[in-house]
């Protein structure tokens, strides 16, 4: 009896193991290799990683902004010809991931959006082919990207040109940047260094506007019928802001202006005198109405904090706060992508169109380009009669104002120069257009750090405008 009861206990215990083994056996076999090649110390997950073939990204015209070099063992290093477009383009390191394009269409650019076959897919794995992913077309222009360099030298700050009405970035540059190509050996340099070369200026950093609202100003003042030619008595009068004292971006002392020709001149006090005559309710109005409460973003791209959520800014003017508010010195602060989008409107009659750097994809082993999608609907500004008096009046400051630095013979150039303060520290700024057979145009915004030259961001402003003239002119496109 007792022989039996220990061949039953040990039949059980043999039954256990054997269950046991069972099902280890069908973990391993089903879900456990999935488990174990998506641990981050997994050797064979860092091996793929360093394999994947991402995709090349060209510029509009074809010029190669990022491609591979293979190494030894089929690892594959990421080269970019043209360091200059770092500020778009980002980089790709197998250590510290991807940022900018790379970041933005890296589902493309790694070959994740591609829906292999379950044949084509067990022959990938079996032989051991990499994964190769799609090619990608920019809207960005690298002759352009290559002006906007020449033209800033070495002042930091934040340029970004946009084609109208299509919305394509044409060139876009934070300054100081970095070489994606030495990456890995710099890192922690760039990482700890107090020009934050990994910081997008153009598209992060939010600036005090300053003078820069003078142009939702004259929109409010357009449709309150306020004066235009009329003299103003005190338009080149210094006025004070909390402790700042606040000039024409071109001194001017004792010289009757009328509104016309202080915004030619960017003079802060015409426009406080606007802001208390049109009130509170009316330019809180006219900031939301240019968008200022929905600052736009590049889809993929780094964004300002503040954006994170995706929701509208709070714009509370009261009359407290509305001549610090109207002559943008207030909590107010903006981006220069948003900047540039608002002449974009300008000089579109009214209506923005929304940022986008995505020309076209290629899938691998394709010769075909399939388009990106169009665009949604432009974004509604402000009417074409109010656009038509605004774009008067920035050729105006470009012909006969502070922003006539920006002029180039036989071009037709609108634009706006003025300063911005903050602590310590001054903004020199410069938004404007340039027009092109055909309806269309080009639209652009410059922020200069540190700077209390408004010429010099004209002058910066006019040699890249006149520059992405050239280059949409010899391309026709």
């Known amino acids: ?38 641990r981050e110390d997994n050797p064979r997950l860092v091996i793929a990683e360093a394999a994947i073939r991402r995709g090349l990204i060209l510029d509009r015209t074809g010029s190669m902004l990022a491609t591979n070099v293979m190494e030894a063992n089929d690892q594959v290093t ?88 299509s919305g394509e970035v044409l060139g876009l540059i934070s300054l100081p940047s970095f070489d994606p190509n030495t990456l890995d050996e710099n890192w922690e340099q760039l990482a700890t260094s107090t020009q934050k070369p990994f910081f997008n200026r153009a598209l992060q950093s939010t600036y005090q506007p300053g003078g820069i609202l ?55 006090s015409a426009f406080s005198e606007v802001a208390q005559n049109i009130g509170s309710q009316a330019l809180q109005q006219a900031l939301a109405v240019f968008h200022f409460n929905a600052p736009p973003v590049l889809e993929g791209f780094a964004a300002p904090a503040r954006s994170a959520d995706q929701g509208a800014l709070s714009i509370d003017i009261s009359d407290d706060n509305l001549v610090q508010s109207a002559l943008g010195q207030g909590n107010l602060t903006v981006t220069p992508l948003q900047i540039a989008v608002m002449s974009a409107a300008i000089i579109n009659d009214g209506n923005a169109p929304h940022p986008t750097t995505l020309l076209a994809t290629r899938d691998a082993c394709s010769e075909l380009w399939t388009s990106a999608p169009a665009s949604p609907s432009t974004i509604p500004f402000t009417t074409e009669k ?92």
């Open 1 to 38: 009896m007792s022989l039996t009861r220990e061949i039953n206990r040990l039949l059980v215990g043999m039954l256990i193991v054997f269950g046991l083994v069972a099902l280890a056996a069908a973990y391993w076999g089903t879900i456990g290799p999935d488990t174990l090649l998506r």
């Open 78 to 165: 990421r080269y970019y010809p043209h360091p200059e477009t770092s500020s778009v383009t980002g980089y790709s390191s197998l250590r510290y991931g991807v940022g900018g394009a790379e970041a933005a269409y890296n589902d493309f650019l790694r070959g994740d959006n591609l829906s292999l076959d379950v044949l084509a897919r067990l022959s990938r794995d079996l032989l051991h082919h990499p994964q190769i992913g799609s090619d990608i077309q920019l809207t960005l222009d690298l002759n352009i990207q290559q002006a906007i360099l020449r033209a800033m030298g070495d002042q930091s700050g934040a340029v970004v040109v946009l084609a109208v009405p």
């Open 214 to 268: 003078q142009t939702p100003l004259m929109a409010a003042a357009l449709l309150a019928n306020e004066p235009l030619t009329e003299p103003l008595a005190h338009a080149t009068d210094p006025i004070t802001v909390d402790a700042v004292v606040l000039n024409c971006a071109f001194r001017l002392s004792g010289v009757e202006l009328s509104l016309r020709d202080a915004y030619a001149f960017a003079c802060p």
């Open 386 to 477: 109010t656009a038509r008096q605004l774009q008067d009046l920035m050729r105006n400051a470009v012909a006969n104002g502070a922003a006539l630095n920006a002029a180039r013979p036989g071009i037709d150039i609108g634009g706006h120069a003025t300063l911005a303060y903050s602590g310590d520290e001054t903004q020199a700024w410069f938004t404007g257009f340039v027009t092109i057979p055909g309806k269309r145009g080009i639209a652009l915004a410059v922020v200069l750090e540190n700077s209390d030259d408004p010429g010099r961001a004209a002058d910066i402003g006019g040699s890249i405008l006149e520059a992405a003239h050239d280059a949409l002119m010899t391309v026709g496109s």
